[in-house]
Structures are given as C-alpha cells and as structure tokens.
C-alpha cells in the first residue's frame, strides 16, 4: 500500500492487453475509425447487452450529441432531465434549442423522481432522459408507462450503469437509444470515449449516418450502395481504431473489472455501516431488484459543513476524497433557463451532503481498511 493509493480518487484500470491490441491495431495499419478493434468493441456490446446495435463514440457528451440530433431536437422543444447529473446529459439537448425541465431525485437512490415526473410533461416534452446514477437502476417501470402514455421518448445517460441491470434486464436497453462513457473516471475507459445505444431499429440507420459526417460511408462499406455521398446532417464521433484497442482489453475483462469494483463496495459497505446508523449517515440504497454496476461508493453525511470537515479530516491523513453534481438548475446556465433555488430540494440538499470515496481497481482490502479506520475516527 502507498500513500499515493489512497491520495488518489480514482484511477484508470489497466488489465494488461491494453499496448499488446493496441500495438496490434498500429501494425494494422489501421488507425482511423470502425477498423477490426471498433468492430469487435461493437459486436462484445450487441452480443453481452442484447442491443439492436452499438457504436463506439469519442465521448459519451458526443453519444448524447447524436441521440439529440436522431430525436430531431428543436428550439421549442422541452426535455426533461434531472438536475443532479453531469453538463453533458443536458447541453447535447440544449445545443439543439432545446428548453431543459429539470427535475429532482428520490433521496434513496439519488435518480430521478418518477412520482414527480409526470407534473414536469407538457404537450412540448420531447424526450426524458433518467440518469443511472452511481449505476444503479432508475425506475424504469413507471417512467416508461407515463412516457409511452404521454408520447414521449426515453434515453438513458447509463454513463456510470454499463453492466447494471434494473428487474433483470440491462441498463441502456430500455430507452430507444443510451449513451456509454469511456472516460477515465468510469468502470472502463480509453482516456477518451463512449457509445451509442442503439435499441429502436427504425434509429439505426440514421445513427450511423450522424457519426459518419452526414454520409452513408457504414452503407457503402457494407456494399448496400456503390458510392457514398452526404446525406443528412452529422459530424465526426468516430473514436481512432488505437482507442477502440485500448477499450478491448477492458470489455473483454469485464467480469474481473467488476468483481473487483464489487468487492470494494462491499468492503466500505461492511466497514461503514454501523458507524452510518449512529451518525445518521446515509450509505448508497440499492433497492432489491437492481444488480448496480459498482461505479462509487458515497456517504450522506447530515449537514455541508460536516461533510467539509469529513473531507478535511481525510485529506489530513491523506485520502482524497470528493463532492460530485452542484444542481443544474442553479447553475449559471441553468439561471437562465429559469431555475430557481427550491425547485429541487432533494438535489439541493444530497449536492451539498453527498462524499465520494476513492473507488478504483488499484485498491487493496489494506487500502481500504485505512480508509475506513479514518473515517472510524470522525466524531461529531
Ligand atoms: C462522465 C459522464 C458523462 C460524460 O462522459 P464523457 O465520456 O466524459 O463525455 C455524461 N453523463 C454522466 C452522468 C457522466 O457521469
């Protein structure tokens, strides 16, 4: 164990292939997208997930991007996201025109609120994007039934759910499209990327299209058309073959990436639990017919100024530990379109209590037994 470990909050897990494919898809030849690695990252997440189709993006920001433009988001149109998330759930909407409709969390899981959800739909409402938050399943059922009754698309922001499940079945596969994150920060990374979702076939197409520039390359390399051309609008979201190498030696090692992020959860949760009940601190809920995917582990704590001096009292005895989302709707961005302090008391009040604790796979049990003794030691 070494002092850096435990200073550091997160770090990017390596398994091993990483420069052996990555190498391998240099010797290729084949550095620029869709090459043999970007094809194989594709079928690994159609096959294990059970989507329609999969594509690999630069950046979950930019898969968001592409599920803005496959909705045909216009000025005018309101989407309806929750306040405690990252920027990127609701600037993909907003580059667009579109108006954002924040709204709050349930205090037990810190994902969007469905019993609220409905009073926040208007005839404007064009899509509702719930965001598994930690990976852990939103209530899907009932957001489907109000947004199939009301005429409204889901997408999901499963940034932090890829291998969740919610009832059984995979996050990322219940709206018509999900974004992935492949950023350093999340459970499997190239430094930079994402993907695309893709469960509503009738999206597929124009999916492909978006991230090819406007142009029907994908159809033309398949040989369905003899010359490819511009047919729509679209930009670049094609991460290099050399990334999609990187992120091969992850996928591929999925099951021992998160066995190993499970058993850190369950140590801080074995560790802290007793102490959570006596200091009123609240640990992360999961409700029984989620499996979570293991992304964080975070404390509640009772007040803002008792988490400040959780996270001082760490830092003295050099653990690095963090706060995450500030409400949206209290942002300057969010000002402008309207927010006003209240509108999200749950947001408003998990932003300034929640701590996340150093989770990553270079971890020991050592690690985190000095992790857990310290906080042991914080009395108030
Ligand atoms: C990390 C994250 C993103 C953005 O991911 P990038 O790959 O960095 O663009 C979006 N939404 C949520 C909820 C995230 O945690």
């Known amino acids: 164990m070494t ?7 997160n770090r990017p897990v390596i398994m091993g292939n990483e420069l052996h494919y990555m190498a391998e898809a240099i010797a290729g030849e084949k550095l620029s997208g869709d090459g043999p690695f970007t094809k194989r990252c594709h079928s690994l997440l159609e096959h294990e997930l059970g989507v329609q189709k999969a594509l690999l993006t630069t950046s979950c920001t ?19 996201i929750p306040s405690f998330t990252f920027v990127s759930t609701v600037n993909a909407f907003v580059l667009r025109g579109a108006k954002p409709v924040f709204a709050d969390v ?27 938050y930690a990976g852990v399943g939103c209530e899907m059922d009932a957001i489907l039934e109000i947004a199939i009754r009301r005429g409204v698309r889901v997408v999901e922001d499963n940034a932090h759910g890829l291998f969740g499940r919610y009832k059984g079945k995979y996050l990322g596969t219940f709206g018509a499209l999900a974004a992935q994150s492949f950023h350093e920060t999340k459970n499997f990374t190239c430094g930079e990327g994402g993907a695309l979702l893709i469960n509503d076939p009738a999206l597929a197409e124009r999916a492909e299209i978006i991230r090819e520039k406007g142009t029907n390359r994908s159809r033309f390399f398949r040989g369905q058309v003899d010359k490819y051309t511009w047919v729509d609008i679209g930009s670049s979201y094609l991460p290099s073959d050399v990334l999609a190498a990187f992120l091969y030696a992850q996928l591929e090692n999925r099951e021992k990436i998160q066995s190993h992020r499970q058993k850190v959860w369950v140590t801080y949760q074995a560790g802290l ?48 530990s963090v706060f995450h989302y500030l409400p949206l709707h209290l942002s300057d961005m969010g000002l402008q379109f309207g927010g006003r302090p209240g509108d999200c008391p749950v947001t408003e009040r998990v932003s300034d209590q929640l701590v996340r604790l150093p989770f990553h796979n270079a971890l020991t049990e050592d690690d985190q037994q000095v992790i857990i003794e310290a906080i042991l030691e914080f009395d108030f």
């Open 62 to 80: 930019h898969a968001l991007e592409i599920m803005a433009l496959l909705l045909d988001i216009r000025p005018g149109d309101e989407v309806i």
């Open 273 to 320: 639990t007793g102490w959570a009940a006596r200091h009123e601190v609240q640990l992360p809920f999961i409700p029984v017919y989620c499996e979570q995917a293991y992304h964080m582990f975070y404390l509640l704590l009772p007040t803002l100024d008792i988490r400040q001096a959780f996270i001082a009292h760490l830092r003295q005895r050099g653990i690095h």
């Open 106 to 132: 349930r205090l037990d899981t810190l994902n969007l609120d469905e019993s609220k959800l409905e009073s926040l739909v208007t005839p404007h409402t064009k899509a509702i994007v719930p965001v598994h």
């Open 3 to 9: 002092e850096t470990l435990r200073q550091t909050f």
